[in-house]
C-alpha cells in the first residue's frame, strides 16, 4: 500500500507497512520521529520510533536520503500538520544514505538541482511537477480518445524538414572523419545506413496529415528535436510535442478544437493534482513576491489556471494584432526591444503584451504573412496571409502553432517552388493532394509548455525529466 492511500485511512492501531525514503529524522535514540516519502504523494508520512523497540544501532542508519521499510501500527497523530502516523514495531533500511547526499531538508536552488537531475525527484517541488505532468500527459490521451481520435506513432527518424528550419539533428552511422565523399568532396549519404541523409524529427505533422486523410482524426505524441543554439528559458533540444490532424477541419474548428484541448487538460490536471497544485501555487507566491514589482504576477497559480478555463479565448488577426501594438504605449515610448510593422515575425515581448497587457488572456492570433509561415498552410484569398493559428498564454508566449493545411496540389507545388523545397522529398506528401484531397487543419503544442503553465515553473529545463539543451546531455 502507498503512502497516499494508508494517509487516506481511518486510524484503527491496524497493522500497516510503510515503505520510502526519509526526508526527515528528529528526536534522541530514545525516541525518534522519521519523516518518510514513497512519492505517490506531496504528504509525507511520519514513522514514531521507540528506542525500546528498534535497536539504536539500526537507527544509526536512518538518515536524510536512506530507503526504508517501517512496520507498526496506525494510529491517529497527536502533532499538527498530519492526522495519521505509524508507531514502528520493525525497521529494515533497504539503503543507506550519508552525509554527502546532496538533497538535505532544506532551501535548494533550482540551477542547483538541474545538476542533481538524478535525484531532484525526491523533493516535494520535483515530485509535484512531475505528477502533474503524468496527469496532463494522462488527460491527453484521454481528450482525444473520448473524441475519437487515434494515436498515431509517427517516426523519430526522418528525411524531411517539416519546419524548413534546417536546424535538425543528424542521424549517421559513419564513423567521424570517415565518411565516403562524392567526386564533388560532400558526403555521400547513399553509403550510410538509410541510404540518404536523415535526422531526428522536428515535427510529426506531415506524416499526421497522411494518417488523417484515412483516419480522419488523428494525434501524435513524442519525442521532437531542434538543433537550435538557444539558451532561453522556453527553449530545449528535445522537447514532447502533440499534434492533432483533422480531416474536413476549417481554421474556425482548429481554433475550437485547440481551446477546448487545453481547457479540457487543465481542468483535468485541477481535479486530480489538488495537493500538488496548492503546494506549487504557495511556491509560486512566495517565488512572485522576490520578483521586481513589473515582472509581478497579478495572479496565484491557481487564479490564473481558473481564468483560462472561465474565460474564452480572444480570437483576432495578425493585422489586427500589429494595430494594437502600433497604437501600444510600449510602441509609442520605444520601450519594445524589437520593431513593430506589418510582416514581421511577432517576437515574445510582442506576444506577452498582447496577453498580459492588452486582453489579459489567452489569445488567438489568426492570418499571419504567408512570408513568415510554413510552406504546407493554406494560403488565403488576399494572396499575402495564410490561414495560421497561434495561441498565446501569458508568462509563456506561444502554447499551440497550427494551421489549415493547404489541399489544392497546385497551389502546394508553387509555394514549395518559391521556398525552394525540393518536390522529389515530398512526393509521399505531395500524392495526398493528387489522390482524394480534401480540406484539413491542424496544430502543435509543446508539451513542456503547458506543464510550466500549470506548474507556475519559471524555466522549461524544470518540467522535463533531464533536459537537453546546448553544452548539456548529462544523465
Known sequence: MQIKEILALT???????????????????????????????????????DGEKI?????????????????????????SGQNVEVLAEELVIYGEADESFPIQPKKHSLEFLREKAHLRFRTSTFSAVFRVRHALSYA????????GFFNLHTPIITASDAEGAGEMFRVSTFEPNKAPLTEEGEVDFKEDFFGRETS??????????????????????????????????RHLAEFWMIEPEVAFYDLKDNMNLAEEFIKYVI??????????????????????????????????????LDFVLENDFARITYTEAIDILL??????????????EW??????????????????????????PKDIKAFYMKQNDDGKTVAAMDVLFPGIGEMIGGSQREESLTKLKTRMAEMDIDEENLWWYLDTRKFGTAPHSGFGLGFERLVQFVTGMGNIRDVIPFPRTPGNVEF
Request: net charge positive; with cysteine.
Open 327 to 340: 497604437n501600444s504605449k510600449p510602441h509609442k515610448k520605444k520601450k519594445f526591444k524589437f520593431p513593430v
Open 140 to 147: 491527453v490521451h484521454q481528450f482525444y480518445h473520448e473524441r
Open 267 to 304: 481542468n483535468e490536471a485541477i481535479k486530480n493534482c489538488q495537493e500538488d497544485l496548492a503546494f506549487l501555487d504557495t511556491r509560486f507566491q512566495n517565488e512572485n513576491k522576490a520578483k521586481p514589482q513589473l515582472e509581478r504576477s497579478e495572479h496565484t497559480l491557481l487564479e490564473k
Open 11 to 49: 486510524p484503527e492501531e491496524q497493522n500497516i507497512e510503510v515503505k520510502g525514503w526519509v526526508r526527515t529524522k528528529r528526536g534522541q535514540s530514545a525516541l525518534s520521529f522519521v519523516s518518510i516519502n514513497d512519492g505517490s504523494t506531496i504528504n509525507n508520512i511520519q514513522a514514531v520510533m
Open 343 to 368: 510582416g514581421i515575425d511577432l517576437q515574445s515581448e510582442h506576444e506577452r503584451y498582447l496577453v498580459e497587457k492588452h486582453f489579459k488572456k489567452p489569445v488567438i492570433l489568426t492570418d499571419y
Open 200 to 233: 531526428l524529427t522536428v515535427s510529426g505533422q506531415l506524416e499526421g496529415e497522411l494518417g488523417a486523410m484515412a483516419l480522419s482524426k488523428i494525434y501524435t505524441f513524442g519525442p521532437t528535436f531542434r538543433a537550435e543554439n538557444s539558451n532561453t528559458t
Open 55 to 79: 535497536p539504536e544501532e539500526l537507527m544509526k542508519k536512518v538518515s536524510c536520503g536512506a530507503c526504508v521499510a517501517v512496520k507498526g501500527k496506525l494510529v491517529a497523530s497527536a502533532g
